[in-house]
């Protein structure tokens, strides 16, 4: 029953997330990009702190306002049920729903999500790399290519497996600053962090 109720408002959520505004295609300067996304986070009932984490959640929400930009506002027809039982109603975990019909997310198992979890640097360069061949599915050559221009970053053999190519891709983009010349894969991402590879993402 539980399981039943959350689905429905997810639902109701799914389709009132279609009324949100677009942003623009064009990428703010990013000491501006914050402004772009101030909408969304009102929306939210959320403040935008530039130092604090950003959830799992959060950052799929941004990916996905991010990939409808680019898009021209649009984005094709999804189905997205819901494999993930700790998703509720929060207006951020929608998009989660929106991201895993697009193929973009995957949770962190087959029944869990994790949205209030802080995103890792790497797991945030990785969502933004599938969305961006979703979008383009040519760019996934150009994302493999990024690879050996990756490996001269001191930790780069610390980024996990699974995230290598997208974190190389994000790299060659220089929309992520490295830290004390670091890429720090596992370090929590902040929201100045995501605004930075948002607006990167959209101009790029």
Sequence with gaps: MEVLMKKKLLALSLAAVFLLPTFAAEAAPATEIAPCFS????GSGMTIEKDAPVSRAVFAMLTFESFRSINGGVFPQLSATNAFLDLGSAPEDVYVLLLYGLGVVNGVSETSFAPRRAITREEACTMLARARIRQNPALATEIEAAKPVFAVVPDAASVSEWATESAAYIYSLEILPLKDGNFAP????????????????IAA
């Design 186 to 201: 596992k370090d929590e991402l902040t929201t100045e962090e995501a605004m930075l590879l948002c607006s990167g993402f």
């Design 39 to 42: 909408s969304l986070y009102a």
